[in-house]
């Protein structure tokens, strides 16, 4: 284990420069602080000898800043794929039987027999994400990816169309 007193010299010489690492990367105080806190901690508990360089103590802020930020892209994946899933709809301002019309033709010229079978599986049949990747056998992501672009296909040619 790392000597306390030598953790202590370590934060006191270095404790800057990591902070400056880490808050360029993710562009947050509180999270900056967190990770230097953090790399200082891991090295409360490891197996690493007393003579701790400025570049490991740099590339393991790095390290955990990217992680920080990988970690936070797929929790907002996961928040797209969740409002995506919700079953209620707000009904009051349902489009016009003009408009609905106008959707059904988009659906039926604009996309591929994929994106139409996942369309329908999802809004006229009510299936879950899940249930149409099982009963489709592809991934989740790719149930979620065909009907983020069906919906972006459905926007544009409506907003041509007026």
């Known amino acids: 284990m790392t000597n306390g007193n030598n953790i202590e010299k370590l934060f006191k010489a270095h404790y800057q420069q990591m902070y400056r690492v880490a808050k ?4 947050d105080d509180d999270s900056a602080r967190d990770i230097v806190h953090d790399v200082f901690e891991s090295l409360l508990y490891s197996t690493i000898d007393n003579r701790v360089s400025l ?46 019309a106008a ?3 988009i659906i039926k010229d604009e ?15 009510g299936l879950k994400f899940t249930e149409i ?10 149930v979620y990816k065909h009907v983020r672009q069906a919906l ?3 926007r544009k ?6």
Request: charged letters at 30%; one cysteine or more.
């Open 111 to 125: 996309l591929t027999p994929q994106c139409r079978r996942i369309l329908e599986l999802r809004f006229i049949s």
């Open 152 to 154: 972006v296909i459905i």
């Open 55 to 100: 570049s490991y103590l740099l590339s393991s802020v790095r390290n955990r800043s990217l992680n920080m930020i990988r970690d936070k892209g797929i929790h907002e994946r996961i928040l797209n794929l969740y409002f995506c899933e919700i079953d209620e709809y707000d009904t009051e301002d349902w489009p016009d039987d003009e408009t609905i």
């Open 157 to 162: 040619n409506l907003n041509q169309n007026g």
């Open 133 to 142: 990747a099982e009963r489709l056998e592809l991934s989740e992501n790719a």
């Open 103 to 105: 959707i059904y033709q």
């Open 24 to 27: 360029a990367l993710l562009h």
